[in-house]
Each structure stands twice: as C-alpha cells, then as structure tokens.
C-alpha cells in the first residue's frame, strides 16, 4: 500500500495528530495553511473533500475555532461568567422597565478574569439609548444607587466611594451577546472591546489593568479574534485592540 492510500485512509484523529505535529505550540494556524499542507498530503484530492476534512475535525473537538479562518490545537475553555443571585434580583427589576431585554455585565467578571477579589461590586446594564433615561428616571426608588451613563466628574464624586452600583448605559448595536438561562450577558469578545472602551472612565479609576485583563482572558480562555475585532470596529477601536492582541501574542 503506498503513501498516499495510507494517508488517504487517515482516521480524522490521525489527521488531527498529524497536523498539530506539523505546528507545535502555534497558537493560530490559518485556513490557507491547513488546506495547503492538506493539497500536500492528499495530491489530487478536490478541495471540497479537504474543506469537508477540516470540517470533521472541527465538528469532533480536535481543532478549535478561534476566529475567522483561523485555527487552533491548544485548547481552552469557554468563558462562562456565572450571574449572583442579587445580581439576577436586580436585572429583573430593570428588564421590566425596558421594552427590550438589556444586556448585563459586572465588575465580578474583571475580578475573575485576573484573578483577584475587590470590595467593588459595580452591575452594567446596557439598554436601548432612547430608553435609557425613561428607565433611570423609572428605577429611582431602587435602594442600590443607579447611574446612567454618568460622566467622568459624577464617577470620581459619586460612584467611586461606594461599593455596589447599578450603571445603565447605552447598547452597541451587533455586541456579542451570550444567554445564561433568562439572561443576556457579554460574551467574553463584548466584554473585552467594553472594558477597553470604558477604561480611563470606569476602571483605571478602580486600579483595574487593562494589559493583566487582556494578558489574562487570552491565556485561559477561547477568543474569538475575528468577533472580538469586529465588534472592536463597531466601538472604532479595531487598531487599539489589534495591538493589544500582538502585544499578547494572540
């Protein structure tokens, strides 16, 4: 049997060994080069075949997905923030003063992204910007302070010195959204884009790294680049975020 038919025979985790030998310890192998070397193996092979390969490889967890043709063999988890429960109590006093479902992140998410625990317990509400201010002006009886989109001058006078705040601001359109349960959270991509976006006003303020934060959900997590940049375009920070990737070798 020659060395094509053996090739050609390969089992998809034969395949798979094959090629994560073939880029040890790369983080990011592109589509172009997974079909060339893919041509390379199996000469003759029409590429729908060779796409349809690749494709298994995917569908039975051998390669991960990282981004917009892109593709990885060092697997990490998703990232699966977790909603408390007094959080929970308090998104659903505000969805029922918006007419559609807000999407919600915390400073709890930062502190697990780098590892620490902080005093600070500051909820994101985002809502639709023509609701916004009818929807703080609705939630003033809430006994937790709210804020709505509050400028740098109100964070440093107001929100600093206290711990637990509700922040309504207004949603990008296209955010990556993920569902927990009832629940709209940031997908990890949104809430990176947003940290960086909200950076100088919200959480250089409270001692948070922007480098420890990026450094740190690129290591332990799955990023999917192509949507983070993206949605990093949307905030008109493509170019800000894609330095940061090549910072962190991503």
């Not at 041509?39 to 039975?60: A, C, I, V, Y």
């Not at 010195?161 to 207004?170: D, F, M, T």
């Not at 959480?203 to 940049?229: E, H, M, Q, W």
Request: glycine share 4%; net charge positive.
């Amino acid at each position: 049997m020659d060395t094509f038919t053996i090739n050609l025979l390969m089992n998809t985790q034969e395949l798979a060994a094959y090629l994560k030998n073939r880029w040890p310890g790369l983080s990011a192998i592109s589509t172009s080069e997974i079909m060339a070397e893919l041509r390379r193996q199996f000469p003759g092979t029409l590429d729908n075949t060779l796409s349809w390969r690749l494709s298994q490889l995917t569908k039975e967890n051998l390669i991960q997905r990282v981004g917009r043709g892109q593709y990885s063999f060092l697997f990490k988890p998703e990232y699966n923030a977790e909603l408390s429960l007094k959080s929970k109590r308090t998104i659903n006093r505000i969805r029922a003063l918006c007419n559609h479902p807000p999407a919600v992140w915390d400073t709890s998410m930062l502190d697990d992204l780098i590892a620490i625990e902080t005093t600070v317990n500051w909820l994101f509400i985002e809502v639709d910007r023509p609701e916004l201010d009818q929807i703080f002006a609705n939630a003033q009886q809430f006994s937790k302070k709210i804020f709505a989109n509050p400028d740098k001058e109100t964070i440093a006078r107001y929100m600093l010195p206290v711990e637990e705040a509700i922040i309504l601001i207004p949603q990008v359109s296209e955010t990556p959204i993920i569902s927990q349960g009832d629940y709209s959270m940031l997908a990890l991509e949104g809430l990176l884009v947003n940290v960086y976006w909200y950076y100088d006003k919200y959480f250089k303020p409270l001692g948070y790294d922007i480098d420890a934060i990026f450094r740190n959900a690129l290591k332990r997590y799955n990023v999917n680049t192509s949507k983070l940049l993206r949605f990093a375009g949307r905030r008109d920070k493509r170019s800000e975020i894609e330095q940061l990737l090549k910072k962190h070798s991503i």
